[in-house]
């Protein structure tokens, strides 16, 4: 038996994307159910959370089931990952054993594991969601790794909900400052997803060394044919800006600096301009703004813009709970 797992909405269809946000739409209407009775689910921390883990856990207990939240080298044994390991440093079990035993006792596993920001091409790999997948015997959910497709089907859904119809309206996914590098998991995200929906989607940074993975970049300009929008880089805040309806803000590490962020960091400094504020919003059609939280105010957008109505960022944090539950209750019924 093929098991389903949920891992970037790259192997997802339109239409099946279309049928989440529909049955999240549902489980927003009506916020409880039992589509997960009698089911649990291991949540796995490698990183922090605050939403994630509380929609996760809510989602789960909001449809009957019940969550375990693990945290692998704090309140669960350390994991290895590699094939051919001789476990003989801090590590103390196996992947190979970890997500069998795990299928023997939940239903669902789900997985958040940031990359090490020491090497692009191993992080670019995403070995532990993937390891944990072609273990485990019960579907394995990403919630963030290199991509974060939960985060991508909460966003959709608050751009549909303020918008309608998405199909060719003007996406702009706008780099920012921020005084530390971060993961390009939401940007990478954010572009499969609005391309996926058949918008027109700008990705807006300061210089070329900001351009997303090749790969991401890959699967962009083909949803982009295949959904009737468009995909373009910019690096002129202005003509980005102009007419947009939809501006999202993140911001991400350069990958050619990849762990030599001190070197990155004089050009992440002299790009502080690029912060979201009411000048640049009154370009746009009257654009919505939002963002994954958390968010930096007055570093990444003012609070000017971050308290105006057409900030949706909470919409999309409130999303999650929603689309998180449509995941779950499909896998579930998948299986």
Same mark, same amino acid.
């Given at each position: 038996?093929?098991?389903?797992?949920?891992?970037?909405?790259?192997?997802?269809?339109?239409?099946?994307?279309?049928?989440?946000?529909?049955?999240?739409?549902?489980?927003?209407?009506?916020?409880?159910?039992?589509?997960?009775?009698?089911?649990?689910?291991?949540?796995?921390?490698?990183?922090?959370?605050?939403?994630?883990?509380? @929609?996760?856990? *809510?989602? %789960?207990?909001? /449809? &009957?089931?019940?969550?375990?939240? $693990?945290? +692998?080298?704090? #309140?669960?044994?350390?994991?290895?990952?590699?094939?051919?390991?001789?476990?003989?440093?801090?590590?103390?079990?196996?992947?190979?054993?970890?997500?069998?035993?795990?299928?023997?006792?939940?239903?669902?596993?789900?997985?958040?594991?940031?990359?090490?920001?020491?090497?692009?091409?191993?992080?670019?790999?995403?070995?532990?969601?993937?390891?944990?997948?072609?273990?485990?015997?019960?579907?394995?959910?990403?919630?963030?790794?290199?991509?974060?497709?939960?985060?991508?089907?909460?966003?959709?859904?608050?751009?549909?909900?303020?918008?309608?119809?998405?199909?060719?309206?003007?996406?702009?996914?706008?780099?920012?400052?921020?005084?530390?590098?971060?993961?390009?998991?939401?940007?990478? @995200?954010?572009? *499969?997803? %609005?391309?996926? /929906? &058949?918008?027109?989607?700008?990705? $807006?940074? +300061?210089?070329? #060394?900001?351009?997303?993975?090749?790969?991401?970049?890959?699967?962009?300009?083909?949803?982009?044919?295949?959904?009737?929008?468009?995909?373009?880089?910019?690096?002129?805040?202005?003509?980005?800006?102009?007419?947009?309806?939809?501006?999202?803000?993140?911001?991400?590490?350069?990958?050619?600096?990849?762990?030599?962020?001190?070197?990155?960091?004089?050009?992440?400094?002299?790009?502080?301009?690029?912060?979201?504020?009411?000048?640049?919003?009154?370009?746009?059609?009257?654009?919505?703004?939002?963002?994954?939280?958390?968010?930096?105010?007055?570093?990444?957008?003012?609070?000017?813009?971050?308290?105006?109505?057409?900030?949706?960022?909470?919409?999309?944090?409130?999303?999650?709970?929603?689309?998180?539950?449509?995941?779950?209750?499909? /896998?579930?019924?998948?299986?």
């Amino acid at each position: 038996m093929t098991i389903r797992h949920f891992i970037t909405t790259q192997d997802y269809s339109r239409a099946e994307i279309d049928a989440l946000l529909l049955q999240a739409a549902e489980f927003k209407r009506s916020p409880r159910g039992q589509q997960l009775a009698g089911k649990s689910v291991a949540l796995l921390f490698f990183n922090p959370s605050m939403r994630t883990r509380t @929609s996760f856990e *809510l989602g %789960a207990f909001h /449809l &009957g089931g019940h969550a375990v939240v $693990l945290a +692998p080298g704090k #309140d669960a044994w350390p994991i290895e990952f590699e094939v051919g390991s001789v476990m003989d440093g801090d590590t103390e079990e196996h992947i190979a054993e970890v997500a069998r035993v795990l299928s023997r006792y939940v239903d669902l596993i789900c997985v958040r594991a940031f990359p090490k920001f020491q090497d692009w091409a191993v992080d670019r790999e995403d070995k532990v969601i993937k390891a944990f997948a072609q273990y485990a015997t019960v579907p394995v959910i990403n919630m963030e790794t290199i991509t974060h497709p939960c985060q991508e089907l909460a966003h959709a859904m608050a751009m549909k909900e303020h918008l309608g119809d998405l199909q060719n309206r003007k996406y702009v996914l706008t780099w920012t400052y921020h005084p530390k590098p971060l993961n390009t998991a939401v940007a990478n @995200s954010a572009l *499969l997803i %609005a391309t996926k /929906l &058949g918008m027109d989607v700008t990705l $807006l940074c +300061p210089t070329p #060394d900001y351009v997303l993975d090749e790969r991401y970049m890959a699967f962009g300009y083909q949803n982009a044919k295949e959904n009737g929008g468009s995909l373009k880089v910019s690096h002129d805040i202005r003509e980005a800006y102009t007419g947009a309806d939809v501006i999202y803000a993140k911001s991400w590490g350069a990958l050619p600096y990849f762990g030599r962020w001190e070197q990155e960091k004089p050009i992440r400094e002299a790009n502080k301009h690029f912060i979201v504020d009411e000048e640049k919003m009154a370009l746009t059609n009257n654009g919505l703004f939002s963002h994954c939280l958390p968010l930096r105010r007055n570093i990444k957008a003012t609070d000017a813009v971050m308290d105006s109505p057409a900030c949706i960022a909470i919409d999309e944090a409130e999303n999650r709970l929603h689309v998180q539950k449509a995941v779950m209750a499909s /896998l579930i019924n998948g299986r």
